[in-house]
């Protein structure tokens, strides 16, 4: 007995985990968590803030150390104007050593050394722009594929629906059968009409269960680990206006990001230019050379102390490179301009055509809502009428239809409002994980 319990608690716990049950929260934290295109974006925001510093655009000191030692073996042939100096060995050892520290500092480069770190902070701003927008996309992909499984359940409550009028045909028509009122042929076409709703069905749990695997991808979970159950409705924001979020394009972070490629490449022009002017550096030091050999005409030669300088350098001509390279970066600045123009001109497009659908489908909501309340109260009189004989199955059949369409069409204007509304907050940049 006591085994028994265990495995039905087992079972339990494992059907708990099957079917976790996932709200809209949920799933888009998931998705913020596991995205890889928001961890991307996040590496390149930790690399700009890395780089973001005067050390890489080259404004701070740099300090160098050297050594050198070498060891040689040498034979020595040396003649003097006195013959008694004269010095002829062999394998004579000697002993090269040279020591220093060296400091330098760029002084001038025709502000060079300002525009890089400008455009290393400008580097990082977009960057953090661009993980906004891709949180902003995430979420709006989630939302999506969310509420599209969440239609796909409407879709089948409907089914449902007809096949419970199916059924009870059905059943009406074998009663009438018993008492001889009915004809097989009734019989006959009502089963297949059963059939054909249950076929029905069976495809579209098999949308579900699709629509809810894509959904799992794109939350960046394994499907076949895991399974959700979702229990929501789709509630549609009717506030949003055309002018608001033509207004706050220029909030959105991919917007924002477009205009600071402008600004990055202005000063791309910048550093190009400054090639074009000399650069003053100073240095200052400590050297220490000693040389030592065991004969020859200097046993012993060493010098050592500080040193300080300053090193200026003009350029006259390489061959028109750095001119070339300023005018490529000019108009790299005018395709960055460009691309910024084209970009705002697709979201300001954007924004009309969704909200041409998004108004249009809340126009069309009301008259299908009564659609489907007429629909409905149709199949519940033809139902009664057929029970009562009469209305034939055909009357039935056709009242089902009617219902079935209107629910379609409903359903699938509730979605498309939804995913309008969506698309307009993500231009809008006001999508949130609420």
Same mark, same amino acid.
């Given at each position: 007995m006591k085994k028994l319990l265990l495995f039905v608690c087992c079972i339990s716990a494992l059907n708990g985990f099957a079917q976790q049950k996932m709200s809209l929260t949920e799933v888009i934290n998931v998705a913020l968590k596991n995205s890889y295109d928001i961890q991307l974006a996040q590496n390149s925001i930790e690399i700009s803030t890395?780089?973001?510093?005067?050390g890489f655009a080259g404004g701070l000191p740099v300090v160098t150390g050297t050594a050198t030692d070498n060891e040689q073996v040498t034979s020595i042939n040396q003649k003097y104007a006195d013959p008694t100096r004269n010095t002829v060995k062999d394998n004579v050892g @000697?002993? !090269?050593?040279?020591?220093g520290v060296t400091g330098s500092i760029l002084l001038y480069n025709g502000l060079r050394v300002n525009a890089t770190k400008r455009r290393l902070e400008e580097l990082l701003q977009q960057n953090q722009q661009l993980l906004s927008a891709q949180i902003q996309n995430t979420i709006a992909g989630v939302l999506s594929k969310y509420y599209d499984v969440v239609r796909q359940q409407y879709l089948l409550r409907t089914i449902d629906r007809t096949i419970e009028v199916s059924k009870e045909k059905l059943q009406i028509l074998e009663v009438r059968k018993q008492v001889g009122v009915a004809n097989n042929a009734d019989i006959f076409q009502a089963q297949l009409d059963l059939n054909a709703n249950l076929?029905?069905?069976?495809s579209q749990y098999l949308t579900i269960d699709q629509a809810k695997t894509d959904l799992l991808h794109l939350i960046f979970l394994k499907p076949a680990d895991q399974k959700i159950t979702i229990e929501d409705t789709i509630i549609i924001d009717k506030s949003i206006s055309?002018?608001?979020?033509?207004?706050?394009?220029? @909030?959105?972070p991919a917007v924002i990001a477009a205009q600071q490629q402008v600004h990055i490449n202005e000063l791309i022009e910048k550093e190009t230019a400054a090639a074009r002017y000399p650069s003053l550096r100073a240095s200052t030091g400590y050297n220490l050379t000693s040389a030592k050999s065991a004969a020859g005409f200097s046993l012993l030669n060493q010098s050592y102390g500080p040193f300080v300088g300053i090193n200026l350098s003009v350029p006259i001509y390489n061959g028109s490179i750095s001119k070339k390279q300023q005018q490529i970066a000019e108009i790299n600045t005018k395709s960055a301009r460009t691309n910024f123009d084209y970009l705002l001109l697709n979201y300001e497009t954007d924004a009309v055509r969704t909200y041409q659908a998004y108004? !249009?489908?809340?126009?069309q909501l009301k008259m299908e809502s009564e659609n489907l309340k007429l629909s409905q109260q149709l199949l519940e009189l033809i139902s009664k009428k057929f029970e009562l004989g009469q209305a034939t199955i055909i009357d039935v059949k056709q009242a089902q239809q009617s219902f079935e369409n209107a629910s379609y069409r409903l359903i699938n204007l @509730?979605? @498309?409002a939804k995913i309008a509304e969506v698309e307009l907050k993500r231009l809008e940049n006001i999508l949130s994980v609420k």
């Open positions: 890395v780089s973001n510093s005067y @000697t002993n !090269n050593l040279a020591v076929q029905l069905k069976e055309l002018d608001s979020v033509r207004n706050h394009l220029s @909030t959105n108004s !249009n489908s809340l126009s @509730t979605y @498309t």
